[in-house]
């Protein structure tokens, strides 16, 4: 058992008190939140995929590494994730949506997505929120408990 776990939640523990911590279905630390899964809202129609709104805030990295100087009021870190290079348009009854998804850096699941900056004012990815898909994650507590989550259907699907 690899300790990146302990390494990106001391790093923040000193700017919040409680974090909760989730991992992808292949146990690889993904996110470091003040925030409770169970308890986010998700994505309202027409979007269909039913996606947990991660707060506006939140810090992304590509590695076990969580700088979070010079970020303050970011309250969520995903690590070892990756963005994919290339937005994919997604097709609503009201229009279109350019997303970026975010793949697990070891075992390449897409757990999450976030808009295309076209679809901002700003640039700064960290004003945007996260949308992570439901079933995804895993919370560190459950892993250890060895309660598995059933693999969603989306996770067998090329995108
Ligand atoms: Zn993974």
Redesign the pocket.
Known sequence: MNEPDKHAASSISALHGQLQTYH?????L?LTTSHNLDELSSRAEPVQDGALILPLGAHLSTSDFVDTDGHTGVDSVMSNVVPDRKAVIIRREDGFEKRIMFR??????V?GYQLDESHFETSQPVSRPIYLLPGGLIGTEKMIKGERPEMPPWAGQTV
């Open positions: 992808c279905l292949c146990s690889t993904i697990c850096s070891r075992c390449k699941l757990l």
